[in-house]
């Protein structure tokens, strides 16, 4: 059984740093590829980052340049570190994997206030 587990959200002004983690357990962590969405009500959820099993990322244009998707394969962690935060960046922030099927954390709220 697939489990994701976030943390590290919380409440931050506009120019901090936060760092999401996301605990995994059930996957063969070191060949999985990883992605972090983030969703605001009412919004279809955004992907965010997302990394391969080889350590390749990618970003979307909002966050290029501020953000950083990186792993730990010996502790199967995935994180999301987020610099020079701004008020639109505030959603709750998920990871995923998929292993056949989807599999998404619970998600951790990310608060940016200007």
């Known amino acids: 059984q697939v489990q994701l587990v976030e943390s590290g959200g919380g409440l931050v002004q506009a120019g901090g740093s936060l760092r999401l983690s996301c605990a995994a357990s059930g996957v063969i962590f070191s060949i999985n590829a990883m992605r972090w969405y983030r969703q605001v009500p009412g919004k279809q959820r955004e992907l965010v980052a997302a990394i391969s099993g080889g350590g390749n990322t990618n970003y979307a244009d909002s966050v290029k340049g501020r953000f950083t998707i990186s792993r730990d394969n010996a502790e199967n962690t995935l994180y999301l570190q987020m610099n020079s935060l701004k008020p639109e960046d505030t959603a709750v922030y998920y990871c995923?994997?998929?292993?056949?099927?989807?599999?998404w954390g619970q998600g951790t709220q990310v608060t940016v206030s200007s």
């Open positions: 995923y994997t998929r292993l056949g099927n989807d599999y």
